[in-house]
């Protein structure tokens, strides 16, 4: 059995026969480190899967600021929503930051696997609903916490992720200078 079998098992009701049927439907991927797999200004059509590496997804702004939105470990999913569903031009990047192997699906895909099994579009609605509540608890610990507090959050639920990304981008994630972020780790280190 492999990984992505095994995770729509630990994830769904699927039966063995539809669970072969979303992997055959998969077109397999695999990504050199700093490679993009979405660039702004192209059409998101693709909901990605990683089964090895590291994704993070991230906004340039005006003065050429990277804000980095989310990172996508194994067993996570990455997409641009706003652009995969409406069909028009992202605002994201999308990169790998290690090697990375990835499985994709175009919307055309989903949408007939979605038609076929009906316990298939629940766990992608699942997820959205799941990826939309941690975006919510992200705005409330932006417009609430102390760096501090987003930093052990970051930490506790991303312990493998944190090890695996530079603290730059750790510090755009949290919404925290470089300066910033480093103070509060070396004073976590002190308290060990």
Same mark, same amino acid.
């Given at each position: 059995?492999?990984?992505?079998?095994?995770?729509?098992?630990?994830?769904?009701?699927?039966?063995? @026969?539809?669970? #072969?049927?979303?992997?055959?439907?998969? =077109?397999?991927?695999?990504?050199?480190?700093?490679? *993009?797999?979405?660039? &702004?200004?192209?059409?998101?059509?693709?909901?990605?899967?990683?089964?090895?590496?590291?994704?993070?997804?991230?906004?340039?702004?005006?003065?050429?600021?990277?804000?980095?939105?989310?990172?996508?470990?194994?067993?996570?999913?990455?997409?641009?929503?706003?652009?995969?569903?409406?069909?028009?031009?992202?605002?994201?990047?999308?990169?790998?930051?290690? @090697?990375?192997? #990835?499985?994709?699906?175009?919307?055309? =895909?989903?949408?007939?696997?979605?038609?076929?099994? *009906?316990?298939?579009? &629940?766990?992608?609605?699942?997820?959205?609903?799941?990826?939309?509540?941690?975006?919510?608890?992200?705005?409330?610990?932006?417009?609430?916490?102390?760096?501090?507090?987003?930093?052990?959050?970051?930490?506790?639920?991303?312990?493998?992720?944190?090890?695996?990304?530079?603290?730059?981008?750790?510090?755009?994630?949290?919404?925290?200078?470089?300066?910033?972020?480093?103070?509060?780790?070396?004073?976590?280190?002190?308290?060990?």
């Amino acid at each position: 059995m492999n990984q992505f079998e095994h995770y729509l098992r630990a994830q769904t009701q699927l039966t063995d @026969d539809d669970i #072969l049927r979303v992997r055959s439907c998969a =077109t397999s991927l695999t990504v050199r480190k700093r490679q *993009p797999v979405l660039c &702004a200004g192209d059409v998101c059509r693709h909901k990605l899967f990683v089964l090895t590496g590291l994704l993070r997804v991230y906004r340039v702004g005006q003065d050429g600021t990277e804000s980095v939105m989310r990172f996508s470990a194994e067993n996570q999913w990455a997409i641009d929503h706003e652009s995969y569903t409406t069909e028009t031009p992202s605002h994201c990047y999308i990169e790998a930051l290690e @090697d990375t192997t #990835l499985l994709l699906w175009t919307k055309e =895909t989903m949408n007939e696997l979605f038609a076929a099994m *009906p316990a298939f579009r &629940a766990f992608s609605d699942r997820l959205k609903d799941e990826s939309h509540n941690k975006s919510l608890q992200r705005i409330f610990s932006n417009i609430s916490h102390s760096a501090e507090e987003k930093y052990n959050a970051f930490v506790a639920e991303n312990p493998t992720v944190f090890r695996r990304v530079p603290l730059h981008m750790v510090a755009s994630y949290l919404g925290v200078t470089r300066e910033t972020l480093s103070r509060i780790r070396q004073k976590h280190h002190q308290l060990r």
